[in-house]
């Protein structure tokens, strides 16, 4: 069983920044793809940002970047300029052939 465990959120201000960590059980070059997901409250989950094992990383939300740490088996949502709008539960997910992997979630707060 692969574990997944996010960490990093919190309560920001509107402008603020912040940075997302994903924590796999796994190396995560096992998975073809690596993304981050977010929920606002009452909403659909939504694809923010995906890192695949080869290519380039990309994001749908310019203000968002992801990266990867392989030595670390974890990836990194960095956030800036944050808005109310981005208060929502940020999901880590691992996919490969077969196989998909759910964090958590952590929880992010953007008010003043």
């Known amino acids: 069983q692969v574990h997944i465990m996010e960490s990093g959120g919190g309560l920001v201000q509107p402008g603020g920044s912040l940075n997302l960590s994903c924590v796999v059980s796994?190396?995560?070059?096992?998975?073809?793809?690596m993304a981050w997901y977010r929920q606002r409250p009452g909403k659909e989950r939504d694809l923010l940002a995906s890192?695949?094992?080869?290519g380039a990383a990309h994001s749908v939300e310019g203000r968002f970047t992801v990266s990867r740490d392989t030595a670390k088996n974890t990836i990194h949502l960095d956030m800036t300029n944050l808005k109310p709008e981005d208060t929502a539960v940020y999901f880590c997910?691992?996919?490969?052939?077969?196989?998909?992997?759910w964090g958590q979630g952590t929880l992010l707060i953007v008010s003043s």
């Open positions: 997910n691992a996919e490969d052939v077969g196989r998909n992997y």
């Open positions: 796994e190396n995560i070059l096992n998975f073809y793809h």
């Open positions: 890192i695949p094992r080869i």
